[in-house]
């Protein structure tokens, strides 16, 4: 389907310029139809983008996941399933996400992260993308499912490539890292059907006991959302580390705040992953003919859910462009919202504040040395920032 377009995807960004497009579109356009990436419908106020992902009956993820679409064989549970499919799936990963495991991560995050930073504190810089925050998500995801030593060793090289791979869109690099990533995946699964570990502290042994109506859950099912999680859980911190980074380097004085007053991490946290929501492109597919924000979206359309502009819509956030810490309880949409709503979420959260954490207590006078490279749909963020700083005495 198509129709009139209402704006053009510009060829070239920068750090501001998605974010000025995105308050043109609120002010006069806010379902938007765009003719690049196969034809899509931006979404950018708050309030549509809650109601296309908790209407999941109108607006289904089963045909495309994110914009630009990107072709698969495989379906990847539980995103790429509407309910009640999705839910086994979902289930068997959020028992693994709980408060009390989450405590339990605290002291691991904190090592993990010190491991990954302190040697970029003590060079004085360097890109904090490349030498950071490609590499850490992926220790972590390594360390979450429990891989052997010598897999999580190969699945740390393999896995940022991969996402340097999508990052910078070198498709004949993405395919060959992302079947090495299946590989991996697929020799997990076999691993533990031949040595099972104990479903309460091993999430794939988990999937494995799974039953619904007395039926294991399919194989090729079990490897794809094991693909999904390795995905959508390394993807997102890597540029958003880099767009706090920038921040910091932008505004010297909230870094200075956050050294005086580490308390203040967590609401910082919060403003940060407001101001640079990481995913503009996660995507649903109409199916019926529906009116949303004034336009009549046709069955089959293409929406994206435009995260990185429900985080800064002026009718939910005042001053939306302004770093503030006296927001009360902030309403965002970084993690989504529904059924699909991030499962990952509380254990991002510890991971970035962490980083925020000891950005703050091991460094000091942040300079950006370089310009910026930045990411595509479906992600915001930096993919590279030089940086120069001086370690904390
Ligand atoms: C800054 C970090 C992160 C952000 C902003 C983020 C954001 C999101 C969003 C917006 C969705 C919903 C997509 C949709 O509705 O189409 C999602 C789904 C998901 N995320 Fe995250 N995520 C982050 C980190 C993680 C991490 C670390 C993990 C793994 C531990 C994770 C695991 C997942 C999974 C498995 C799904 C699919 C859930 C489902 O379909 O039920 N995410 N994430």
């Known amino acids: 389907m198509t129709h009139p377009a209402d704006f053009t995807v510009p060829e070239v960004e920068d750090f ?29 106020k708050h309030a549509d983008i809650c109601r296309v992902l908790t209407e999941w009956q109108t607006f289904t993820t089963t045909v495309q996941n994110v914009v630009p679409r990107v072709a698969t064989t495989q379906r990847r549970p539980p995103l790429h399933l509407d309910p009640p ?31 990954h930073f302190d040697p970029f504190v003590a060079a004085g810089g360097g890109d904090i993308c490349a030498d950071f925050s490609f590499t ?8 979450f499912f429990r891989l052997a030593p ?14 340097m791979a999508l990052q910078r869109q070198d498709f004949d690099l993405l395919r060959e890292r992302s079947d090495a990533l299946y590989n991996i995946a697929a020799r997990l699964i076999e691993d533990r059907k031949a040595s099972p570990q104990d479903p309460d502290l091993d999430p794939v042994s988990n999937l494995l006991a799974v039953r619904v109506d ?12 094991l693909r999904q999680f390795l995905l959508v859980g390394i993807i997102a911190p890597t540029t958003f580390i880099g767009s706090m980074a920038v921040h910091l380097a932008r505004h010297p004085e909230h870094h200075a705040e956050l050294t005086a007053n580490p308390a203040l991490v967590p609401v910082a946290l919060e403003e940060l992953l407001r101001l640079y929501t990481p995913y503009r492109g996660f995507a649903r597919t109409a199916t019926r003919d529906v009116e949303l ?26 001053d939306p462009h302004s770093y503030r810490l006296d927001r009360d309880a902030p309403d965002l949409v970084t993690f989504g919202r529904g059924p699909h709503m991030c499962p990952g979420s509380p254990l991002a959260r510890v991971l970035l504040a962490e980083v925020l954490l000891q950005i703050a207590q091991k460094t000091r006078d942040l300079r950006l040395t370089g310009p910026l490279e930045m990411t595509r749909w479906p992600e915001y963020g930096p993919l590279a920032v030089h940086l120069a700083l001086t370690p904390a005495g």
């Open 150 to 163: 010598d897999e999580a060793a190969e699945i740390r090289i393999v896995g940022a490539e991969f996402n």
């Open 16 to 44: 501001d310029s998605p974010h000025a497009l995105f308050a043109e579109l609120r002010g006069h356009c806010p379902v938007a139809w765009a003719d690049e990436m196969g034809g899509f419908w931006a979404v950018t």
């Open 136 to 143: 850490l998500p992926i220790a972590l995801l390594a360390e």
């Open 293 to 318: 924000g004034g336009k009549l979206v046709k069955e089959g359309d293409p929406l994206a859910v435009v995260f990185t502009s429900g985080n800064r819509d002026e009718d939910v956030f005042p």
């Open 85 to 115: 499919g999705n839910i086994p799936y979902r289930n068997a990963i959020l028992r693994f996400l709980s408060p009390r495991r989450i405590e339990d991560w605290k002291p691991v995050i904190a090592a993990m992260v010190a491991e």
């Open 214 to 225: 007395g039926a294991a859950l399919p194989d090729d099912k079990i490897l794809g959302a």
